[in-house]
């Protein structure tokens, strides 16, 4: 399970990084990468992420993996729990050889999950997630570094009710502006709704 799907890298594969769900396994709860090479018909496993230390498989939830200029993978993993820095964060892992073996993840240090990763067409990449700590909103931060490193955090609606909100993704729009889309209650409705927030990187 990861909330937006594979990405489909250069060469053509699909890559997915995943939750396993499937019981009897002795994967049940890993988070790991499977590759397509036939457009999604098969799938074959390329690697488990190895976690760190003193965490348990169910800190780690609803992964997104993208495919960086150099060919690198960034894998970014929601983690939540006591024993998680930060209790409810986002993990980031890296991939230097497709997909089969990966780096042990580490701490962001951001306040918020799930993440949703994209490239912008400036260089700049951008993580959105949910924050489900007072205020709560949905929020964007930028790495210059291909994630490396996150700076330049970005409101981008911080007057929700509550902490049932979240799952962003964004796309970039023809004039280089972005798009994100999320789930979260208006003030007044005890229902959540579809938004939008359309907005600028500042440089």
Same mark, same amino acid.
Request: aromatic share 10%; charged share 25%; with cysteine.
């Given at each position: 399970?990861?909330?937006?799907?594979?990405?489909? /890298?250069? @060469?053509?594969? %699909? =890559?997915?990084l995943?939750k396993?769900?499937?019981?009897?396994? #002795?994967?049940?709860?890993? +988070?790991?990468?499977?590759e397509?090479?036939?457009?999604?018909?098969?799938?074959q496993?390329?690697?488990?992420?190895?976690?760190?230390?003193?965490?348990?498989?169910?800190?780690?939830?609803?992964?997104?993996?993208?495919? /960086?200029? @150099?060919?690198? %993978? =960034?894998?970014a993993?929601?983690?939540?729990?006591?024993?998680? #820095?930060?209790?409810?964060? +986002?993990?980031?892992?890296?991939s230097?050889?497709?997909?089969?073996?990966?780096?042990?993840?580490?701490?962001?240090?951001?306040i918020?999950?799930?993440?949703?990763?994209?490239?912008h067409?400036?260089?700049?990449?951008?993580?959105?997630?949910?924050?489900?700590?007072?205020?709560f909103?949905?929020?964007?931060?930028?790495?210059?570094?291909?994630?490396?490193?996150?700076?330049?955090?970005?409101?981008?609606?911080?007057?929700?009710?509550?902490?049932?909100?979240?799952?962003?993704?964004?796309?970039?729009?023809?004039?280089?502006?972005?798009?994100?889309?999320?789930?979260?209650?208006?003030?007044?409705?005890?229902?959540?709704?579809?938004?939008?927030?359309?907005?600028?990187?500042?440089?």
């Amino acid at each position: 399970t990861a909330p937006h799907g594979p990405a489909v /890298l250069a @060469d053509g594969r %699909l =890559l997915y990084l995943g939750k396993e769900w499937l019981s009897g396994t #002795d994967n049940r709860d890993a +988070i790991l990468a499977y590759e397509s090479r036939d457009d999604g018909l098969t799938w074959q496993q390329l690697a488990k992420i190895e976690l760190p230390e003193n965490t348990v498989p169910d800190n780690f939830h609803e992964p997104h993996v993208i495919e /960086l200029p @150099d060919k690198t %993978l =960034l894998g970014a993993i929601r983690a939540q729990g006591g024993n998680v #820095d930060f209790g409810f964060t +986002i993990y980031t892992c890296f991939s230097a050889d497709g997909g089969k073996t990966w780096s042990v993840p580490q701490p962001t240090g951001i306040i918020g999950s799930p993440p949703h990763l994209m490239l912008h067409s400036s260089g700049a990449l951008i993580c959105t997630f949910g924050r489900r700590a007072k205020p709560f909103g949905e929020r964007a931060v930028v790495s210059y570094d291909m994630g490396r490193t996150w700076e330049d955090e970005y409101v981008l609606f911080d007057d929700a009710p509550d902490a049932d909100l979240g799952y962003p993704s964004t796309v970039e729009l023809s004039d280089g502006s972005l798009l994100t889309v999320y789930y979260q209650k208006y003030a007044s409705d005890p229902k959540c709704s579809i938004l939008q927030t359309r907005w600028r990187l500042k440089k």
